[in-house]
């Protein structure tokens, strides 16, 4: 299976961290940047398939389309067997804990600044998901 790295993140440092993060972590797949949902959206619109993995690092709190928004539009159009969000927020809301919790989805939730062991974790549930399929 192919697999595909979306980074929705619109601070470019934090952005540059987590690729950095993801390289250092050897977690493989093609990776793209978006700045806000809205263009990720697009993208995933047009070119999602049953054939490609989709691991997805998605900012809440960002311009243009921020990502409630954008995970009210791909809950209509991702699966749960080839598509998982890794949310990543400075917000430790316990009310956004919960509602992020209830969505299929959503693999899990990290609060910034994540770190080389988020990481490490996030590539053994990647792994373990993708593996079994």
């Known amino acids: 299976m192919n697999y595909q790295i979306l980074l929705i993140e619109d601070d470019p440092i934090f952005t540059f961290l987590l690729e950095k993060g993801i390289d250092h972590a ?6 793209l940047r978006f700045l806000n ?3 990720a959206i697009d993208y995933l619109t047009k070119e999602y398939s049953d054939k490609n993995n989709y691991i997805i690092f998605l900012d809440l709190n960002m311009p243009v389309m921020n990502g409630w928004e954008f995970m009210e539009q791909l809950e209509v159009l991702a699966k749960t067997d080839n598509c998982m969000v890794f949310v990543l927020t ?3 809301y316990r009310d956004d804990i919960e509602k992020l919790k209830k ?3 959503v ?8 770190t080389e062991y988020h990481l490490k974790g996030i590539k ?8 079994k399929n």
């Not at 050897?26 to 990776?31: D, H, I, K």
């Open 107 to 114: 693999a899990e939730f990290v609060t910034k600044p994540i």
């Open 26 to 31: 050897e977690l493989e797949g093609e990776v």
């Open 90 to 92: 400075s917000s430790s």
């Open 37 to 39: 949902g809205k263009p």
């Open 103 to 105: 969505k299929p989805l």
């Open 124 to 131: 053994e549930t990647i792994l373990n998901k993708f593996e």
